[in-house]
Structures are given as C-alpha cells and as structure tokens.
C-alpha cells in the first residue's frame, strides 16, 4: 500500500469513527429528550389531577340508544396483575404474546351500569376474545347471573360469533337470540382432571422422589409416585367434577328451553349428529337448538343494525364497546359512610410479598389486613380468596391478622371465588363467616412436601459426593447430588404431620367442630361449594355481594361504601405503560403479537416454570397446596 494509500484510509477511519460518536451522542440526546418530556408530562398530569381531585371520572360520551357490546379481551380472573412497561417491551422482543386479563367484577359492574343506563338499549354478547380457567365455572355463573338480571329489565340480548367454545357458549346460551357464523362450531366436552405421571421416568433415570404428605386424598404428589390415578383421586375428582357439568348442562337447557339431556346427548353424540347434516359442525349445533341462525359477519351486522340502528357511518350498528364504557364508570365508591374494605388473595400463596394479582404474598395480604384493622373508617374486612393454596408459613401469617382484626371487634367475612382449597381454605377458616359459590372448589386439608435427589443418576456417569461433618444432620449439606440423610427425612416428615395436625386444629377452632371429624373430611379431599356447606366447611352459599352484605350486618351498618384495598396505580404509571405499548406498536409490535414462534413459546414455558417453582418458598418447605385443583 501506497503511502497516499494510508494516509486516505486512516482519514477515512478517523471520519467514519467521527461519524459514529457524533451519531451515539445524538441518539442519547434525543433519549434524554424524550425523558425528561415524559417526566414533565407526567408531573403535568399529577398537578391536573391533583387540581380537579382524583375521584373525577374519565369524561367518556357514550351514544343514545346504543348497544353495549360485552367484547372482554383475555383471560378472566379475581384481580388483574398490573402491567409492567418494561416486561411488556421484554416480551415483545422475544414475540411473547402473554394474554391479557379481565376482572370478573368489572363485567359485573359494565352489565349492572347498563341495566339501568337510558343510553344503552341492549347487550351483544362477542366473546370470541374471552377466556377462562378451567376452574372458574364460578366466574361465569356469576356472570350469567347479571346477564339474566339485565334481560329481566326488558332490554334485549343477543350473542354473536364465529364460533363458541365451551365457556364462551355458557354465557351466550342465556342470551335471547344466538348468532353464528355459517362455517362455525361449539364443542361441548365437559369437564374432566387428566395428570401427567411420571414415576416410570424417574426409574429410568434414576431419580429418588421424596415425598412427605398427610391425607390419603393428597394427590398432588402422585404424578411422582404412580403411573396412574389412585381410586381416591378420581373418586374426589369426579364427585366436584360432576356438579361442575350438572350446573353447566342445567342453565343451558333451561336458558334455551331445551328437554333434559339434550345438552349431554349433544357432547355424547356429536360424531352421530354430523352424520345427519353431512359433516357440517354449525348445522348439527343449530340442529340441536344451541344456536338460532347461522350467518356470515355481513349478515349478523345487518341483523344488529336492523335491531339496535345504524351508527352515523351507516356501515356498523349504534354500540359502544365494553372497555370505552368500564372507562366511563367511576371507581371511586368512597362517599363519606363507614367502609366495608374488600382484601384480595388471588393466586399462589407465597413467603413474603408479591405483586398484585400474580400471587398471594402472605407479608402483602397480612399488611393490607394490618391496615384494615388500624383503619377507624373501616368497619367490616371481605376477604376474597381465589387460591389453590400454597406456603402453610405464609397463609398462618394471614391468619393472625384476620385473628387480630377479630380482636379489635371488627368482622371478618371469607368470600370464595372459584378455588379456595388448601392454604385457602386455613386462610378462610379464621372468619368470621363463610361464604362460598354452589361451584367453588374448597377443601383440600391437607400438607404435603416433595423434592428430588440424583445421586444415583450422577453415580450411573461417574459422578460421586463424600466428605465429612461434625454431626449426624451434616451430610444434608450434600443433598441433591448426594442421598438424603434419613434423618434428615424422618425430622421433614414429623413436620408434615406437625403442620397437618396443626391445620385441623385451626379449621376445628375457627369453624367450632371436633378435631377428629374435621380430619375425617380432610385428608387432603377436594369438595365443591354445596358439599362444603353440607360438611360445614362454609356458612353459606352466595356470591361476593351476599359476602359484603354479611359482613355490613355483622358490623351493624345499614349505610357503607364497599372500598377495594387494591393498590392503584397512578395516572403517571398508566401514562408510561400506555406509552410503552403505543411505541411497540409503532415499531410493528402488534403484528409480533399475532404470532408466536417456537423460541417465544419455549421462553414463556421456561417462565411459566420457573415462576411456578419459585411459588414453592415455605420457610418449613411444609406446603398446603391443591396442585389438582388449578
């Protein structure tokens, strides 16, 4: 190279090197821009907010004679989690689509406001982007309840859809009219409890499964233990399993006038029906009654414009949608009367503290109880619980609060979601009074402990442990890669047994029956809402307002605000997250979410997992927790 050669190409470096810092200074300049007008953004909303007060409601116009369109997008549950800006952008980059969720109590205000609302002249039930656990029959029969009422006030109903799925169908059943599409289905399978058992694997490759339980019905470690379902497990599976499907089958066929059994013959005999239409899913549904009219998407909104009118682009019917109108609605229920506070444990029962809606934090729980308690304008605590259960240290940290708050002369009410089982169940049984759903899933007594060690998978590739200790318990330091000591073992389950015995004291003090009785109907057995009032495990059966009344009665309120203790986020938060959200889909965000590849599904499995193995941090490792339930 020549030396003019050199002295451009190290010109042209120095020029190009220029250029980058010149480019990074720039983009950190624009950064620092946009924070600092979020930031002043933000304090700007603060001031406004704090100058017309926060009780005020979003300013939202909602059109005369319109139909409400009931389209809740995700997943229906308890309490939402909040949503974190960041880990929304973290999972778009891995092109996560994470479903979104619905609070049940926010349907249930939308079609209460708009039973009485003048503007709204109808309900459209559009389910097709709704959800549900397959343990949240409770959910939707409390939403089918509002549906009812709202009819009962003379306006119409009517369902539309491309097709329905199971839980979807329970709602529309129970609409005046059903919609769907010419090319559509419903598949109605009932319900059922299928496991995965793994004690084979685990022989083959040589892992040595621990288990401490108490309860012959604690199935919640026998996918470790059995290749199969043990006789007590599908004995209590399908003794709450069946109530589940009697109810279902039971308010379709009399929303849709239908003969008993119509419903069951339907699920029982699909595969005969299509033979009767030629294989065609929406003749068969029709055939059977489900539905009234097969139509194309055209044809429906034609119908909707015929019954409800036309909006002003005469292309759609008048409407407003779910979200548009929960946004008109003031949260705010605080008007000055004594208050009935309502405490949420929703989730996994966990050590320590935990976000709102991922999991059930027994410091979270217990401080909010805490809080009740010190509180002089409240005068009455609803605990709502919708809990499979989880850490035994963590649900008696709750419960001393609710014993405390006993104490200072102020009731407490249990009310029970969909599940209530385990450590929701010692959380609840310290109320004053119990309230469950026909359907809600409860029970589950029980305590149970599992690990697994390696040392002979690590022994069959030439992996071994030795060493010394000072006393017998030390080789527990080698546990994993090493047996567990059987001491060790003995000292695990004499705490098992310990937490068992301790469990049937608290629910023989807490519901005022005989230790022996309450362990005859414990062993870890499941038991549906009806039964559990049978038994005595529940005072009544009811939904969350019967709770909140209960728990204003015992405090001898006739006039009171029920007030949520769920943590708001402030408008600055909400403002960052919609930002957040607006830029990704900016950058084609939204069309990431429309599919999800195999590295995005892996990543949210992992998490999923990891998430569910971190819910697992009893101080004791002594856990009351119905896996079999969730």
């Not at 002295?7 to 950190?28: D, E, P, Q, R």
């Not at 169908?169 to 399978?189: Q, S, T, W």
């Not at 084979?200 to 199935?219: A, M, N, Q």
């Not at 003794?239 to 119509?262: C, F, H, N, Q, T």
Request: with cysteine.
């Amino acid at each position: 190279m020549s030396e003019h050669e050199s002295h451009f190409s190290v010109w042209g470096f120095i020029k190009g090197f220029a250029k980058l810092i010149i480019g990074v200074l720039l983009m950190l300049q624009g950064l620092i821009g946009l924070v600092v007008l979020i930031l002043i953004v933000g304090v700007m909303v603060e001031v406004t907010n704090g100058i017309a007060g926060n009780g005020e409601k979003v300013s939202v116009s909602i059109p005369d004679d319109a139909a409400l369109v009931l389209d809740p997008n995700g997943v229906l549950v308890e309490i939402a989690e909040d949503v974190n800006p960041l880990e929304v952008l973290r999972e778009e980059a891995y092109g996560i689509n994470e479903p979104t969720q619905i609070e049940v109590h926010d349907v249930v205000r939308v079609i209460r406001a708009a039973k009485d609302d003048k503007r709204i002249k109808g309900l459209v039930l559009d389910l097709g982007s709704m959800g549900a656990s397959p343990s949240s029959a409770s959910k939707l029969h409390y939403l089918v309840d509002e549906i009812t009422k709202f009819k009962e006030s003379g306006k119409k109903v009517i369902a539309v859809g491309d097709f329905y799925s199971q839980d979807q169908y329970l709602l529309a059943a129970n609409a005046d009219e059903i919609y769907m599409n010419d090319y559509g289905n419903i598949f109605i399978y009932g319900y059922g409890a299928y496991g995965t058992y793994v004690k084979s694997l685990l022989e083959k490759l040589k892992i040595t499964s621990h288990v401490f339980r108490v309860g012959t019905f604690k199935s919640a470690v026998e996918p470790f233990l059995r290749d199969d379902m043990s006789p007590e497990a599908k004995e209590a599976n399908t003794a709450y399993l069946s109530v589940l499907w009697r109810d279902y089958v039971s308010v379709i066929e009399k929303a849709r006038d239908m003969k008993p059994g119509a419903v069951e013959n339907y699920a029982n005999n699909l595969n005969t029906l299509l033979e009767e239409v030629d294989g065609d899913l929406g003749k068969a549904a029709m055939k059977a009654g489900l539905v009234d009219e097969l139509l194309s998407r055209a044809e429906m909104n034609d119908k909707l414009k015929e019954t409800f009118g036309a909006a002003k682009d005469g292309k759609s019917f008048r409407k407003v949608s779910f979200k548009r109108y929960l946004t008109s609605l003031d949260k705010d229920n605080d008007d000055g009367d004594p208050n009935v506070v309502v405490i949420t444990a929703a989730g996994a029962i966990i050590d320590g503290e935990a976000p709102t809606g991922r999991a059930a934090g027994g410091d979270t729980i217990a401080a909010q109880l805490r809080k009740a308690r010190e509180d002089d304008k409240i005068k009455a605590v609803v605990l709502r619980i919708d809990s499979p259960g989880g850490s035994a240290f963590a649900s008696d940290i709750i419960r001393d609060e609710i014993l405390a708050l006993k104490a200072d002369g102020k009731p407490v009410v249990a009310s029970m979601g969909s599940l209530a089982a385990s450590g929701g169940y010692w959380i609840a049984a310290a109320a004053d009074e119990i309230w469950a759903a026909p359907t809600t899933i409860t029970g589950s007594i029980g305590i149970f402990g599992y690990f697994n060690t390696f040392e002979n998978t690590a022994a069959e590739v030439g992996v071994y442990v030795d060493g010394v200790g000072t006393t017998d318990l030390a080789p527990i330091l080698a546990t994993g890669l090493g047996p567990l000591p059987a001491n060790a073992a003995d000292i695990i389950q004499q705490s098992t047994e310990n937490g068992y015995d301790r469990f049937l004291t608290i629910v023989g003090e807490g519901r005022h029956l005989d230790k022996e009785y309450v362990d005859s109907i414990g062993q870890g057995r499941v038991w549906i809402g009806e039964k559990a009032l049978e038994l005595k495990l529940v005072d009544k059966l009811g939904d969350f307002d019967d709770a909140t009344a209960a728990a204003a009665k015992l405090a001898g309120l006739e006039k009171y605000d029920v007030v949520d203790m769920k943590q708001k986020r402030t408008t600055f938060e909400m403002f960052m997250s919609n930002l957040s959200e607006t830029m990704i889909a900016k950058f084609g965000g939204e069309k990431q979410r429309q599919t999800e590849g195999a590295v995005a599904q892996m990543v949210r499995a992992a998490e999923k997992q990891a998430e569910f193995f971190a819910e697992f941090n009893d101080p004791n490792a002594a856990y009351a927790r119905c896996l079999t339930c969730e």
